[in-house]
T-cell receptor
Framework: KAGVTQTPRYLIKTRGQQVTLSCSPISGHRSVSWYQQTPGQGLQFLFEYFSETQRNKGNFPGRFSGRQFSNSRSEMNVSTLELGDSALYLC?????????????FGPGTRLLVL | SQQGEEDPQALSIQEGENATMNCSYKTSINNLQWYRQNSGRGLVHLILIRSNEREKHSGRLRVTLDTSKKSSSLLITASRAADTASYFCATEGSTGNQFYFGTGTSLTVIP
């Protein structure tokens, strides 16, 4: 079974631009969560989608948004990029919403904002 | 911040020794999970312990959970160079709505 895939793996953008990251969960998994990892703040939860609905959202500004498609693939979008958005963005999938379940992580997209 | 704290931040040991890392958290939880991350890559799930469990084993891993102290420990026995990685605890709150990662312990196993 293929694992969680994320595209692109690396991305360089400039301040003010927007970016869209993609995540394809493990086949059969319907829940997708997104995390931001930075050296200063560690791993922080962005949001979780299940059956195309956002279930939970972390404490991030409205510039961060996401969506999930009927095939469970998910995208996250960051608008008006800031230098502080430079981070490793990780996507994780699970069979069902996280309660009591194991999440499987993708390799991440490393975003650099110049 | 509702993140957990891990201790120590960094640990360096010789191959064959045991490694112990600790995690403290702040809220009531459904479960606590440990993950490993090799440099700059995705996280790999290691083990999950539920709030009504006190100890769990998986291969060379032993996890304990003390909900009264809001703390957990991960023991890796007979460490190998391949165990070199960062280790994170993650807690799922009792409402099931949030998932918080600890700050991580960077483990280096010297061959």
């Amino acid at each position: 079974k293929a694992g969680v895939t994320q595209t692109p793996r690396y991305l360089i953008k400039t301040r003010g631009q927007q970016v869209t990251l993609s995540c394809s969960p493990i086949s059969g998994h319907r829940s997708v969560s997104w995390y931001q990892q930075t050296p200063g703040q560690g791993l922080q939860f962005l949001f979780e989608y299940f059956s195309e609905t956002q279930r939970n959202k972390g404490n991030f500004p409205g510039r961060f948004s996401g969506r999930q498609f009927s095939n469970s693939r998910s995208e996250m979008n960051v608008s008006t990029l800031e230098l502080g958005d430079s981070a490793l963005y990780l996507c994780a999938s699970s069979l069902a919403p996280r309660a009591g379940g194991t999440q499987y992580f993708g390799p991440g997209t490393r975003l650099l904002v110049l | 911040s509702q993140q957990g704290e891990e201790d120590p931040q960094a640990l360096s040991i010789q191959e064959g020794e045991n490694a112990t890392m600790n995690c403290s958290y702040k809220t009531s939880i459904n479960n606590l999970q440990w993950y490993r991350q090799n440099s700059g890559r995705g996280l790999v799930h290691l083990i999950l312990i539920r709030s009504n469990e006190r100890e769990k084993h998986s291969g060379r891993l032993r996890v304990t959970l003390d909900t009264s102290k809001k703390s957990s420990s991960l023991l890796i026995t007979a460490s190998r160079a391949a165990d070199t990685a960062s280790y994170f605890c993650a807690t799922e709150g009792s409402t099931g709505n949030q998932f918080y990662f600890g700050t991580g312990t960077s483990l280096t196993v010297i061959p």
